[in-house]
DNA sequence: ATAAGGCTAA
């Protein structure tokens, strides 16, 4: 218990790293061997852009849950072996206060290994800075490494101000910063969208020669400006770094096909292979992942199975990631069969299939309404070893609520915490939703409820989903109530959420403050969107008030937001039931010029309308045009 | 022989 005591730290803002102190840097040891002598002045100005305007880390209660394993010989078994059988965080606590207690003191490499682990885990950042902090109270001697995975983790916990911090512990010690850690801090800078920090930074490392920048950090930078959505700026340094000593290697090239794939460009990815190619650079799985990926999610799988059969020729092993895509690929086209034979073959050729695999098979057979087969496979992940996921409850669950079984569905999500899975807020959301469909109003404020004191904080969705549901099921008073609350405890209001509550006010007749609603948005620095105005000429309509709804439209189109399909569907089938048939026909030509269709609501609509007026012209006019387009496009 | 870059689901 006090072992705990030390170890249990949670960073308080001045504090931050590096045994403490953050402004000591009037080290005068550093000698000429460095590159540059005096690398923390150059930097001084990067410290104060980067840093964070409010300072907050999230407690996280890390080692409350801590069990530790004692009178075993797990902890003998790894004194030999840090790498191995480290598999969850308890174990490399254990092991870390195993590790603290030894005479001599086990080599920093040791630790750095074991806080390398950890890193690996993905989950646990916040655990590697709070053993960081503990080594340094506890004197152990820190070197560059395990500085600069804290940097790593603090740039991977978006807190890059932090991660600057720790530069302030180089100098302190002595230690020069490395390509390495300007390479974690560049990363860091581009996860937060700070791309002029980043750009600074790394002209500082040229100009004053902080370090000799190498494939991974030019890597680091293309991926970063990808990722900011700064294509055109990534392929500017692809082609600096194709003119320098250090030459695009597959992973610069890869990160780039991979963000043009991402942004529908699958043409220019696949020039780019080809041109990688002719420069002998040899693309990999991951090359051909990214293409394979950036073809299927536009439904192009026959070409990306053309590129597998390339891959195949080039003699590159598919590996799982590969395999997933096509499975989730066939499976989201309702071609479960296709994707089972997938699976086959990735087994006959001893890839094996993990959650991610059989998820897509259960979301497949979910999509056809198959949930006694997706269920099977769901049970069928333990015979192989493996445990269904949060992820996998969610899409059972799911597919029980399309098939309006919400027993099942919840007796699903009630054994979530049974198998030792934590739901999350999606889960949480995809209940939410199917209960508001299945109308079970109270059910779902409960879990809602519950859901907050879980202490999970909902999220855009929770609050779409809420608003939609409770609106819907006839309570608009409370969702407002609900949208109140929101904005009383400074949930951002997205324009979405205004849209859910101006569709519900207007369809519950209260237009009028729709109305008002709708002309503030500009005061809240909101622009209405399409759906947003169209929701708002549906309330003209139901208002009766044509005249209105049409200038809407056109007040739309003026604003630089082009009516959709969605819009005058809505107004046609509002013209139509206050037997404005004239315009009603001038609008669906309209449509058709445009290349829109009738849903099938606006048309029967125009069936009732049709017998109602006795057969007005204007209505068989259309009602032909429509039928025999239909044929058209049919035959 | 301990640190830094690319690909799957939502």
């Not at 590697?128 to 603090?154: K, P």
């Not at 991660?163 to 581009?190: E, I, Q, W």
């Not at 490392?205 to 990534?234: F, Q, R, S, Y």
């Not at 059910?443 to 969705?461: C, I, K, S, T, W």
């Amino acid at each position: 218990m006090m072992k705990r005591k030390a170890l249990n730290l949670c960073i308080a803002p001045g504090q931050a790293a590096a045994g403490g102190t953050t402004s000591s840097t009037t080290d005068t040891t550093l000698t000429s061997l460095a590159p540059n002598p005096k690398p923390h002045l150059a930097l001084q100005s990067l410290v104060a852009a980067a840093a964070p305007t409010t300072v907050t880390i999230n407690h996280n209660p890390i080692f409350s849950h801590m069990k530790f394993r004692t009178g075993s010989g797990f902890l003998r078994n790894n004194m030999n072996n840090t790498n191995n059988n480290i598999n969850n965080l308890d174990d490399a606590l254990s092991l870390y206060k195993q590790m603290v207690q030894m005479r001599p003191l086990p080599s920093i490499i040791r630790f750095n290994q074991l806080l390398g682990r950890i890193v690996k885990m993905k989950l646990h950042y916040f655990a590697v800075v709070s053993l960081f902090r503990d080594m340094c109270t506890v004197g152990i001697r820190v070197d560059e490494y395990t500085l600069c995975i804290v940097i790593n983790c603090y740039c991977l916990l978006n807190q890059v101000g932090l991660g600057f911090s720790v530069l302030a512990g180089f100098f302190k010690r002595g230690f020069t910063p490395d390509v390495a850690t300007f390479t974690a801090l560049l990363k860091g800078l581009f996860r937060q969208g700070k791309v002029p920090v980043a750009q600074e930074l790394f002209k500082k490392v040229i100009n004053e020669k902080l370090c000799e920048p190498n494939h991974v950090m030019w890597g680091t930078i293309i991926d970063g400006l990808c990722k900011v959505g700064n294509n055109e700026k990534a392929v500017e340094f692809l082609r600096v770094m194709e003119k320098r000593r250090c030459k695009p290697d597959v992973v610069a090239y890869s990160t780039l096909i991979d963000s043009l794939c991402k942004d529908k460009l699958v043409d220019d990815a696949i020039s780019l292979l080809y041109e990688m190619i002719g420069k002998g650079v040899a693309p990999n799985v991951v090359t051909y992942n990214c293409l394979i990926q950036g073809l299927c999610s536009l439904s192009k799988w026959k070409e990306a199975v053309k590129l597998w059969n390339q891959m195949e020729e080039c003699n590159i092993t598919p590996n799982v990631i590969t395999y997933n895509i096509l499975i989730d690929t066939f499976c989201k086209e309702g071609r479960v069969k296709e994707a089972k034979d997938v699976l086959t073959n990735m087994i006959r050729r001893g890839e094996n299939p993990n959650v991610f695999t059989y998820n897509s098979l259960m979301d497949g057979y979910c999509l056809l309404g198959r949930i006694d087969e997706a269920r099977r496979v769901f049970y069928g992940m333990l015979t192989t070893g493996l445990g269904p996921d949060v992820l996998s409850y969610s899409i059972l669950i799911n597919g029980y609520f399309r098939k309006k079984k919400m027993e099942e569905a919840m007796n699903l999500f009630r054994e979530i915490p049974l198998k030792g899975l934590t739901p999350n807020t999606s889960i949480y959301n995809t209940v939410l939703q199917g209960l508001f469909r299945m109308g079970s109003y109270v059910n779902a404020r409960e879990v809602f409820n519950e859901m907050q004191a879980a202490g999970l904080q909902p999220d855009f969705h929770t609050y779409c989903v809420m608003l939609d549901g409770i609106c819907k099921s006839g309570h608009v008073d409370e969702a407002l109530q609900l949208f109140c609350s929101m904005e009383a405890d400074g949930v951002d209001l997205h324009l979405t959420m205004y849209t859910i509550i101006l569709d519900g006010m207007c369809k519950s007749g209260r237009f009028n403050a729709a109305q008002d609603m709708f002309n503030s948005l500009s005061l809240k620095g909101l622009d209405p969107n399409c759906v947003t105005y169209t929701t708002m000429v549906n309330g003209l309509c139901l208002e009766g008030l044509l005249t209105e709804a049409k200038e809407f439209v056109k007040k739309m189109e003026e604003n630089g937001c082009s009516a959709n399909s969605v819009t005058y569907n809505v107004l046609v089938q509002g013209l139509l039931k206050g037997g404005q048939y004239d315009d009603a026909m001038l609008y669906c030509e309209e449509m058709m010029q445009r290349g829109m269709t009738l849903d099938s609501c606006t048309f029967s609509v125009l069936l009732d309308s049709f017998k109602e007026s006795e057969n007005d012209p204007s209505l068989l006019k259309i009602i032909q045009k429509y039928s025999r387009s239909g044929k058209k496009s049919k035959s």
